[in-house]
């Protein structure tokens, strides 16, 4: 196995417990707020900040239950399971192929969910929530880091050549820096959007 296999083999299964935790908070902490304001429609969440940083914007809004229930259910669910797959993997577990496929999948397709949601919210909801924000890294960085755990084993194979295997050794090289620069390009876009706003307000 790759030196920087061996490396993500032992920080994956904390990354996806210390992932899953900061996600099932925040996702608790948003069901709780959507209960409060199903509740009491006047109910303003402690992260109502200022017009632009403004939870129960987005926790009203149509986008905040996709399919006829609350988001952050889901999120109750899935980060729940990426915790037990953590636990599992310090009790011993060792998981086929397979599983790691489906959880890269899975942890993908959360990934376009959140990312589908970060777009709703700046460009048509104009608002943005701490928590969904907070999500939104810890989904990213986990699906950077298995999707790179599963090239480095082979559970995703890429193409045989020297350009993909100089194009992988490149990207764990630098794996922080792109992690770091995917982050920074979407702050760019979102302090773009709303310079009308932080722009006087610096």
Same mark, same amino acid.
């Given at each position: 196995?790759?030196?920087?296999?061996?490396?993500? @083999? /032992?920080?994956?299964?904390?990354?996806?417990?210390?992932?899953?935790?900061? #996600?099932?908070? +925040?996702?608790?902490?948003?069901?709780?707020? $959507?209960? /409060?304001?199903? @509740?009491?429609?006047?109910?303003?969440?402690? +992260?109502?900040?200022?017009?632009?940083?403004? =939870? *129960?914007?987005?926790?009203?809004?149509?986008?905040?239950?996709? !399919?006829?229930?609350?988001?952050?259910?889901?999120?109750?669910?899935?980060?729940?399971?990426?915790?037990? &797959?953590?636990?599992?993997?310090?009790?011993?577990? /060792?998981?086929?192929?397979?599983?790691?496929?489906?959880?890269?999948?899975?942890? #993908?397709?959360?990934?376009?969910?959140?990312?589908?949601?970060?777009? @709703?919210?700046?460009?048509?909801?104009?608002?943005? =929530?701490?928590? =969904?924000?907070?999500?939104?890294?810890?989904?990213?960085?986990?699906?950077?880091?298995?999707?790179? !755990?599963?090239?480095?084993?082979?559970?995703?194979?890429?193409?045989? *050549? /020297?350009?993909? @295997?100089?194009?992988?050794?490149?990207? +764990?090289?630098?794996?922080?820096?792109?992690? &770091?620069?995917?982050?920074?390009?979407?702050?760019?876009? &979102?302090? $773009?959007?709303?310079?009308?706003?932080?722009?006087?307000?610096?």
């Amino acid at each position: 196995m790759p030196k920087v296999s061996r490396r993500l @083999e /032992k920080v994956i299964p904390y990354l996806l417990i210390i992932g899953g935790v900061i #996600g099932t908070i +925040c996702s608790f902490i948003i069901s709780l707020d $959507k209960l /409060k304001i199903a @509740e009491n429609p006047a109910f303003q969440p402690n +992260c109502n900040l200022n017009p632009i940083v403004s =939870c *129960g914007s987005v926790m009203r809004s149509a986008q905040g239950s996709v !399919f006829g229930f609350p988001n952050p259910w889901i999120g109750l669910f899935g980060f729940a399971i990426l915790i037990t &797959v953590g636990m599992s993997i310090l009790a011993g577990a /060792k998981f086929k192929r397979w599983y790691w496929a489906t959880l890269n999948f899975f942890i #993908g397709l959360g990934l376009v969910f959140a990312f589908w949601l970060l777009y @709703e919210s700046v460009y048509s909801i104009h608002a943005l =929530c701490p928590y =969904c924000l907070t999500v939104d890294v810890v989904v990213i960085t986990l699906f950077w880091y298995v999707s790179l !755990f599963n090239l480095q084993t082979g559970v995703i194979k890429l193409p045989k *050549g /020297k350009g993909w @295997e100089k194009a992988l050794s490149f990207v +764990c090289k630098h794996h922080i820096d792109l992690l &770091v620069l995917w982050f920074l390009i979407i702050i760019f876009f &979102v302090i $773009k959007h709303f310079w009308y706003y932080f722009g006087r307000n610096f």
